[in-house]
């Protein structure tokens, strides 16, 4: 219930955070707007180069539990202001539930393009503070199978399986988070996300446990990164 609690809360957050600046954005005059997405004027250029990260919270998950993935990212620096950012990674599960005795299996990449805007005043500073939104997208096969059972009629033994059945999963990310130098090229960055679903097709079979890049679906509308960042 405490986990519920604090979940519940956490999105809550999140998403009033998102709202508020996008309210803001929308009712400030025209002059605001295009000054909220316009690059400050100053000596240092438009290109800042790019960085390349990855995820330890996903490869954690996957080393210690029976789901997770491997993702890395390549960011653009614009003005040290707009960061244009595409994702990508290879999502796995392989579960044994305990309780209706499935056995669940995938193994699928997965990609996500967005951006994000640094909010700090001091744009050229070591640290960022950032929101972002992504587009995220999966194809995938999965396996679905449990122990043969008696039939509760004829008594005969009843096979279960599904074989590479096909799925596919669109969904959008709302981004917020924090990047913070540690010595020269080298950042650590976390950032918390609010996942939504935007169409999926998973199959007769029904709604699927585990989406590569989206995680459990019945519980993976929050989520966190914790990166290693290196700045080129």
Known sequence: MWILTMRQFISTSICSLLFSLLLLAASSPASAQMKFFRLQKDSIPVFCGFSVSFDLVGAGMLMFSDYGQYEAALRINLHDEWFPIVEAGIGKADRD??????????????????????????????????????????SYNVDISRPNFA???????????????????????AVIGIDAKIWGPFHLGWSARYK??????????????????????????????????IDI
């Not at 169409?199 to 290693?228: M, Q």
Request: glycine content about 8%.
């Open 97 to 138: 539930d305990e309780v209706t005795l499935l056995h669940y299996k995938t193994s699928a990449p997965y990609f996500k393009i967005g951006i994000d805007k640094n909010l700090l005043k001091d744009k050229h500073g070591p640290n960022r503070l950032y929101v972002g939104l992504r587009y995220a997208f999966t």
């Open 151 to 173: 039939d509760p009629v004829w008594k005969w033994d009843t096979p279960f399986e599904i074989k590479d059945a096909p799925c596919k999963l669109h969904w959008a990310e």
């Open 196 to 229: 939504l679903r935007l169409s999926h097709k998973e199959g007769e079979f029904g709604k699927t446990w585990y989406a590569p890049g989206f995680g459990i679906n019945d519980t993976s509308d929050l989520a966190a990164t914790f990166n290693v960042i």
